[in-house]
């Protein structure tokens, strides 16, 4: 799937784009034995959450001043249950939220300040934007365009470090023709 922004700035003033700013995220729906829990969604990160160490490099957009953005992104995402030792694939689905960080003014040129704490750092604007996902050529089953469905205990590791196992794959092969049985859209 190609995802493809333009940033444009509609302010009278330069704001400063982190080169590290840019999240996409998918949902899911829980499937839970909570009834409280059963059918929210979880948000999954589909790019971006890997900037664990955030390197403060910014680049400025003047005003009126648009830059474009282009990521080819995975038709799928990985889940991880550690207690069950599952790894498996659902499916990228639904709606993405798009945010992307933005400073109103140079973060590295502090405004200068008489005393200065060490735990003072800038923090950027987030601007968010969700949008429905297109179903691809061929189209979606009948109502099957909405979130992929995500069990209790699964989870996403960023960055996704740990060694693809083939066993825990297997695992969630299995799992997924199951759940499919159960609810045909959930994966």
Do not use: H
């Given at each position: 799937m190609d995802v493809s922004l333009d940033l444009v700035n509609r302010s009278?003033?330069?704001?400063?784009?982190?080169?590290?700013g840019l999240y996409i995220d998918v949902p899911a729906k829980l499937l839970s034995s909570v009834p409280e829990k059963n059918g929210s969604e979880k948000w999954l990160n589909l790019y971006g959450a890997s900037d664990i160490v955030p390197i403060l490099s910014v680049k400025p957009l003047a005003p009126g001043a648009a830059t474009h953005d282009g990521h080819c992104m995975r038709s799928t995402i990985d889940v991880v249950d550690f207690g069950s030792q599952?790894?498996?694939?659902?499916?990228?689905?639904?709606?993405?939220?798009?945010?992307?960080?933005?400073?109103?003014?140079?973060?590295n040129q502090p405004p200068p300040r008489s005393k200065y704490l060490a735990t003072e750092h800038t923090v950027p604007l987030v601007a968010t934007l969700v949008l429905s996902i297109p179903c691809p050529y061929g189209g979606c089953a009948v109502g099957c365009?909405?979130?992929?469905a995500i069990e209790e205990g699964e989870?996403?590791?960023?960055?996704?470090?740990?060694?693809h196992n083939r066993e825990w794959i297997e695992r969630g092969n299995e799992r997924?023709?199951?759940?499919?049985?159960?609810?045909?859209?959930?994966?």
């Open positions: 009278a003033k330069p704001v400063f784009l982190p080169t590290m599952i790894w498996r694939d659902v499916p990228v689905r639904g709606r993405l939220r798009v945010s992307v960080q933005y400073y109103p003014s140079d973060p365009d909405g979130p992929p989870g996403q590791i960023v960055p996704d470090i740990s060694p997924n023709i199951e759940l499919r049985k159960l609810y045909p859209c959930s994966v």
